[in-house]
């Protein structure tokens, strides 16, 4: 069985003060939820404070980003070793607004993904289409190609961690979620895409669905054969309602 992970992804919102306050009060109210991973993933400032306050509660640590050499001249950027050192367990890897106002690229999704296992870290790697290719019938392509070029060179065991979140890049922070049927062929499909090259790991890896995400439709989306979880943005900004998705997470 794989286990319900639900991740908040804050992109750029909350100061280290607000951060605080969320992670003091999402800390009381998700403690007792012991079947759900839940995770936050901060922006990078706020990390060492999140770190802290998380110590000993059932709340993950995940980066939204980092490069994939380890230290050198690149001004701005923030390496695994460093994110390793403060306790951070996740990276989220490739992230729609990172390849659309970054041009990260396949290539270099893949880089980090295989930085994030030489030190440790767990990537949430992200895929997904704009509405233009879902309309020209590209979305298997796209998610297609992304993901065999994100696993290139991984080893089962690293597949077997990995975890991948489907985000249709129509559905980020529009309100308009895909439908869970929609999302689940698509997820299903990524599925069968990772059990060409990884049979056994393909029934381990946890696959999220992401994008408009809120506490009323979580429900549908779980109830879907190969969805195990969600990356929330907007949601998760809140401690009610990430904590809600959460408890509503079965
Ligand atoms: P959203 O963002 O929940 O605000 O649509 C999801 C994401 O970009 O991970």
Redesign the pocket.
Known sequence: MRKPIIFG?W?MNKTVKEANELISLLKTLVSDIKDVEIGVCPPAIDLQEVVKLTKDSNIKVGAQNMHWEKSGAYTGDISAVMLKELGVEYI?IG???RREYYNETDQEVNKKVKTAFEHKLKPII?VGESLEERKENKTKDKVKNQIKNALKGLTANQVSQTVI?Y?PIW?????E?ASAKQANQVVSYIRDVVNLDYPEASQKLRIQY?????PHNIEEFMAESDIDG???????LEANSFADIVKNTK
Do not use: F, P, R
């Open positions: 992804n992109k989220i992230h729609s607004e992200c979140a985000e559905a980020i922070g529009t309100g979620s992401g994008g408009s995400v809120k969600a990356l929330v943005g907007g949601a998760s």
